[in-house]
């Protein structure tokens, strides 16, 4: 079978392997002053559950970028390193990281409206500025030194420090510091240009086509230069920032106009439509990559046709998607409860936290002789529960909360 292309998934390594982590990361929690949105809560408990199981599976596996991979003792078998890939990159790498800007941009004009400028950019440099840096200048570079200086040795911790590609390797925290970037725009905006009367129109499925052809032709261009995984400082991913762009901006005027709240069937179902048909589209795309004589680096970026075609592709379905998605999460994600309430507020606190939680697992397991594929879900679904399980008390019993 054609190796699926790493399409909008991970920024990839040029130093011993790629070991940087997913570009995903949650969207910054609601402080506890505000109202809560269950389905909200859940869409986002889930999402990021089911980000660190896929950074587990990927530790034992051949696909995407996550640290353990460089020193893996077994690996998933054939069949279901098969599965996780079409899952990957059917449910995570086309849309997962547009449904979360989607979501920020929701909640951060939100945040706005109540906040103000001035208090809302202090928010956001406290409860998003703070741990980008300590994750980017502390966490991240001490669990790799740690984790790989045995294995592949550059003598010190400030040469894995500074020697590193992308520079500034912050794993999975890029999010939160281009989430950062684009909520002191939004304020700086507001600030300087107080918004007009919201119009009461409703949002129409024809108004989405024009941003997703956009988004699309956008994205071919940055590729020409910047094709997808290729790094950035800070993993900033600027290879991917139309759709990011797009979708924050389509969440902020949306919050604004009560466009997504709930979503319409008439743009629900259309949208789902949208998605299943370009999915298959894509998936076709990929699985004729060696019978047309192309290469994976032929749908990724640069001035060609396999390139064009998956950009625009991808901007229908990043478009599309999370506003499907979205409504579904309104239907069926509408259920309260202790369990529930906890996982939603420790979640950003949990996402920070598998990092660790899963190198420490891996490592347990490592000189078992257990199979690759089992490893892969024990480490998977113990880490979710510890991860969720560390996070809660961080965030209700200690200063943290403040932060996290």
Not at 40 to 53: E, M, Q, R, S, T
Not at 241 to 250: C, K, Q, S
Not at 263 to 271: D, F, G, L
Not at 279 to 307: H, K, N, Y
Request: proline share 8%.
């Amino acid at each position: 079978m054609a190796r699926v292309p790493h399409l909008n998934l991970h920024p990839r390594r040029n130093s011993i392997r790629d070991h940087t982590t997913t570009a995903v990361a949650p969207a910054a929690p609601l402080s506890p002053a505000e109202p809560r949105l269950a389905y909200l809560d859940n869409l986002k408990a889930f999402l990021i559950a089911g980000i660190i199981a896929a950074h587990a599976m990927m530790g034992y596996s051949t696909f995407g970028s996550w640290t353990y991979q460089d020193i893996q003792e077994a690996t998933l078998s054939e069949v279901t390193e098969t599965i996780f890939v079409v899952a990957a990159v059917s449910l995570g790498a086309l849309f997962l990281m547009g449904l979360f800007f989607l979501l920020s941009g929701l909640m951060a004009q939100d945040s706005l409206d109540r906040r103000g400028p001035g208090r809302f950019a202090r928010e956001r440099l406290l409860r998003l500025g703070i741990p980008f840096a300590v994750y980017t200048l502390v966490i991240w570079p001490v669990l790799e030194w740690a984790l790989l200086e045995p294995y592949f040795p550059r003598g010190s911790y400030w040469a894995w420090f500074t020697d590193d590609d992308p520079y500034l390797d912050n794993g999975p925290m890029w999010f939160v510091g281009v989430l950062l970037l684009f909520s002191l725009v939004l304020a700086a905006r507001r600030r300087s240009r107080p918004p007009a009367p919201a119009d009461d129109e409703p949002l129409q499925a024809r108004w989405l086509v024009p941003v997703a052809l956009a988004v699309g032709m956008l994205t071919f261009l940055v590729r020409i230069a910047l094709p997808a995984d290729s790094n950035q400082p800070l993993n900033s991913h600027l290879w991917a920032w139309p759709e990011y762009i797009a979708l924050f901006g389509l969440g902020v005027v949306a919050a604004r106009r009560g466009w997504l709240r709930p979503v319409p069937r008439e743009i629900s179902r259309p949208a789902g439509i949208a998605t299943l048909v370009c999915v298959v589209l894509l998936a076709a795309m990929v699985l004729s990559t060696d019978p047309l004589g192309l290469e994976m680096e032929d749908w990724a970026g640069g001035f060609g046709l396999p390139a064009f075609l998956a950009a625009m592709l991808e901007g229908m379905i990043v478009v599309a998607a999370p506003v499907w998605v979205l409504s579904f999460a309104q239907r069926h994600l509408n259920r309260t409860g202790p369990i529930r309430g906890a996982m939603a507020r420790g979640s950003y606190a949990a996402f920070m936290l598998q990092g660790p939680v899963l190198i420490g697992l891996a490592l347990a397991f490592r000189h078992t002789s257990l199979p690759g594929d089992l490893k892969a879900v024990l480490v998977a679904s113990l880490g979710i529960a510890l991860s969720f399980a560390l996070a809660y008390p961080l965030v209700a019993k200690t200063p943290l909360r403040r932060v996290l």
